[in-house]
């Protein structure tokens, strides 16, 4: 059984195959906003279109397989920007139409979760998920993952790239960011803040802005990278106290970030749990976790008709199938 | 000296002052996070722990406390003997709705003094003699905005939905009988409706 997954909820278009739950292609575009420029959603949505043709048949021959040899369409119709979900949601109806094969919507963030838990032999893991626009503490409890905690405004990835943008950075600020802080020496305190298990960013990008005029770049990164770490770190640390969860996994793609795996490692390892973070291919926006996904939720098929985008889909609103 | 409860925040043992039972509660250094940050957080937290547990305790049960060492950042405080809500609910041992107005109750109560809890959960309400103790105040703070109130709700809300999901609706309907402030549960709609999870 193939199933072919498409992502393109924000910057990545991407997609992938799956032959049961083995992955044959991970293939991605990703569009690059202008310089000092946050993303736009038209924009990205028109570099989807003009890119999905090459993609996909990348995918196909990276799969060694034809468009024909499909038996499932996925595709991530929520949680995204609008402009860009549409693209893949055109796409996937298009090829399950065309192909009469069953459509299967994924939801983008329990894809995250699925491809993660798979690629880390993981079973019942709490799942830090960090990306651009999405900052969440998430585990399965009953059939459905449950939102433990998560960011009350900006995401935390957006966060680093927008004070990277104030510094002057250019994109990927949030890399930039990491490198500069590694160099710093003096933390400037900044603001702090948690509420329960629930976190918040745009204080912080403000104030580190501010501070940034009298400051080294290199200790205002420093000071920012801490700051925003330890928060995260911090609701996490109360959501595994909380869901006695043995495991932690850490996926998005602020899980690039090796000052976050560091704390993560080292927050773990005093609960005794086990830590956990995918390929790096895994962590960032990708198409195979839709595919794999789409294949393992696969009696979640709907009438390609019926299939809309969901731009402010919560996980935890998706029913888990049971295992067979 | 042994620990009874190893949390997020904080470590807690099973001790004697005086021949009573008592809980010391440590907060102890993370290895995670830079020796700045993580002595600031400390101290506030258990200067505010001991400020708000005070304040509080004219308007609804806590723990007394007992001695105070900021050197260790550890706090000694009358032991509760009885059990946290958390389990009482998973045991099936609280009536959702009696529940739920009780819990809408006491945090009006706490709300009229102007006081936000901050990190209102099960796990820190306790059950003993027929009437619940609030603790953990370490992010409290002291509070008029209306803000500040109704987010201290939303995370009870929050809280309720992922942990207690087959009772979530009941305690929290009920809660907001117990409560009685319109306006902080209006305020609350605003919030939840503005935010990007609904
Ligand atoms: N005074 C007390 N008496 C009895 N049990 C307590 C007392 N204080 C705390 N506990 C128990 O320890 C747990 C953790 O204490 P808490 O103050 O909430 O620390 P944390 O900040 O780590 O959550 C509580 O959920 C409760 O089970
Ligand atoms: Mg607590």
């Known amino acids: 059984m193939n199933c072919l997954g498409i992502e393109s909820t924000a910057h990545t278009l991407g997609i992938g195959i799956t032959k049961k739950e083995e992955v044959v292609a991970n293939e991605r575009s990703i569009y690059k906003p202008s310089p000092g420029k946050g993303i736009v ?24 397989i034809e468009k024909e040899d499909l038996d499932i369409v996925a595709v991530a119709s929520g949680p995204g920007l609008p402009p860009c979900l549409l693209e893949g949601v055109k796409l996937a109806k298009k090829l399950s139409n065309q192909l009469k094969i069953p459509l299967v919507p994924v939801n983008h963030c329990i894809a995250h979760i699925e491809i993660g838990k798979k690629d880390c032999k993981s079973k019942d893991p709490l799942v830090q998920y960090v990306s651009g626009g999405n900052t969440q503490i998430i585990s399965q409890s009953g059939n459905l993952y449950r939102i433990y905690g998560e960011t009350l405004d900006i995401g935390i990835g957006n966060a680093f790239d927008k004070f990277a943008r104030n510094l002057g950075l250019q994109m990927p600020g949030g890399p930039k960011i990491m490198q500069l802080a590694k160099k710093g020496e003096n933390y400037i305190p900044l603001p ?18 501010r501070k940034s005029e009298n ?18 770190i911090e609701v996490t640390e109360r959501a595994l106290a909380h869901t006695k969860k043995e495991e932690l996994l850490l996926t998005g793609g602020v899980a690039a970030n090796t000052r976050l795996q560091e704390m993560n490692q080292l927050m773990a390892k005093e609960h005794q749990a ?18 794999y996904t789409g294949y393992i939720y696969r009696e979640k098929n709907q009438d390609p008709k019926e299939v809309d985008i969901n731009p402010t889909w919560r996980p935890n609103t998706y029913k888990i199938p049971l295992p067979k | ?7 997020a925040e904080a470590t807690l043992y099973r001790d004697k002052y005086l021949g009573i039972p008592v809980i010391k509660k440590e907060r102890k250094p993370k290895k995670y996070r830079i020796r700045e940050i993580d002595d600031i957080i400390r101290k506030e937290r258990i200067k505010k722990e001991v400020k708000m547990l005070k304040k509080a305790r004219e308007v609804v049960k806590t723990p007394h406390t007992l001695q105070v060492n900021l050197k260790d950042h550890s706090i000694v405080m009358e032991e509760l003997e009885g059990s946290t809500i958390k389990k009482r609910i998973e045991e099936n041992q609280e009536n959702p709705q009696k529940l739920g107005r009780e819990i809408g109750k006491m945090i009006r109560g706490l709300h009229d003094k102007n006081i936000a809890h901050n990190d209102l959960t099960t796990s820190n309400m306790i059950r003993k003699g027929g009437e619940i103790f609030l603790i953990d105040f370490g992010m409290a ?10 987010m201290d709700l939303l995370v ?6 992922s942990t207690h999901w087959k009772v979530d609706r009941e305690i929290w309907e009920n809660m907001k009988k117990g409560y009685r402030d319109e306006k902080t549960i209006k305020k609350l709609k605003e ?8």
């Open chain 2, 141 to 150: 703070e002291d509070t008029h905005r209306i803000e500040n109130k109704a």
């Open chain 2, 191 to 198: 919030i939840e409706e503005r935010a990007r999870y609904l």
């Open chain 1, 215 to 232: 400051a080294e770049k290199e200790d205002i990164a420093y000071s920012f990278q801490e700051t925003a770490l330890s928060m995260l």
């Open chain 2, 1 to 7: 000296m042994n620990v009874v409860y190893r949390g």
């Open chain 2, 156 to 161: 009870f809300k929050k809280m309720l939905k």
């Open chain 1, 274 to 291: 086990d830590f956990y973070v995918p390929k790096r291919e895994y962590c960032g926006d990708n198409g195979a976790m839709i595919a």
């Open chain 1, 192 to 209: 702090y803040t948690v509420k329960g298990m629930d976190l918040a960013f745009s204080g912080l990008v403000t104030e580190a802005t």
């Open chain 1, 41 to 64: 959603p038209s924009e990205a949505a028109k570099h989807h279109s003009k890119t999905k043709k090459k993609v996909l048949e990348d995918a196909l021959k990276k799969a060694n």
